[in-house]
C-alpha cells in the first residue's frame, strides 16, 4: 500500500561532529480521512444541487405565468414535489449516518419475531413493489426468533427490500430467508434483477457510491442506504455482505450474532 509521509529533518552537533536528525510522521490514514471528507462533501453539493435547480427551474417557470396554465402547473407542482421529498430523504439519510458514525446510536437487543417484521416490511412497500409487478415472497420459517434491535433491524430490512424492488427486473421476485448457521443467524434478501459488477462489490457499501448512477436517480435513491445498512449491521457485532452473477440477481446477507 502507498503511504505517505511529514519528514521533518534539522542539524545537529554531536561530540563536535555534524549530524543531522529526521522525524517521520505516518500521515497516510491522516490523507485518506481527508480524502473521504472531501469526497464527502462533494458528493453531498451534487445530490443536493440536483433535485435544487430542478425546483427552482420550475418554481421560476410558474411565476413566469405558467400557474395560470392549467393543463400543466399540477405536474409542475408535482415535479417540485418529488425533487423536494428527494431532498428531504436524502438529509435524513446524512443525519442518520451521522448518528450511527459518532457513535450516539445504541442498540436495544431483543427477541425479535423476524417472519412478522419481514411482512410489514412487505406491507409498507407493497405499493412500490405492485408498480413494478415484483412479487414479495417471505419464507421466514414460522416462529423463527433472531436478537436485534427491532426497530434498527426493520430499518436495515427496509433499506435492502426496497432496493431489491427498485433495481429488479419488472415482473420479477424479491424473497427473504432466514437460517441459522453455527452461532449466526443469517437473513438473505434475494432478488433477481440484473446483478452487479464484480468490481462494484467491494464498494457499494460505500456512501454515495452507486455501480448505476442513471438507474439510481431514475429510482430515487440517495446513496445512502447500504452504508446504513453496514454501520447498523456492525452495531449489532455482524456484518452484510453481497453476492450477485450477472443477469441472475443478487442476494444481500446480513449475519447477526444468534
Known sequence: EKRSYDIHIAPIELDGEPH????????????????VRQEFLSNISHELRTPLTSILAFVETLEDGAIDDKANNRRFLSTIRRNA????????????????????????????????????VFTSLSSLASERKIEL??????????LADPVRLEQMITNLI??????????????VTC??????????VTDTGEGILA????????RFYRADRGRTR??????????????????HG???SVYSKLSEGSTFLVELPA
Request: proline share 0%; net charge negative.
Open 85 to 120: 421529498e428527494r431532498m428531504h430523504g436524502l438529509i435524513a439519510d446524512i443525519l442518520e449516518l451521522s448518528l450511527i458514525e459518532s457513535g450516539n446510536v445504541t442498540v436495544d437487543f431483543k427477541d425479535v419475531r423476524l417472519r412478522e417484521l419481514v411482512q410489514d
Open 137 to 146: 415472497i417471505n419464507n421466514v420459517e414460522a416462529g423463527k426468533r433472531v
Open 20 to 35: 543531522a536528525i529526521g522525524v517521520f510522521y505516518d500521515v497516510t490514514q491522516i490523507e485518506r480521512l481527508e480524502r
Open 218 to 235: 431514475e429510482v430515487g435513491g440517495t446513496g445512502l442506504g447500504l452504508a446504513i445498512v453496514k454501520h447498523l449491521a456492525k452495531l
Open 199 to 206: 468490481e462494484h462489490q467491494q464498494r457499494i457499501f460505500e
Open 162 to 175: 426496497d432496493n431489491a424492488i427498485k433495481f429488479n427486473r419488472n415482473t420479477g421476485t424479491v424473497s
Open 179 to 188: 437460517e441459522r448457521r453455527g452461532r449466526r443467524d443469517l437473513i438473505a
Open 238 to 240: 455482524g456484518e452484510v
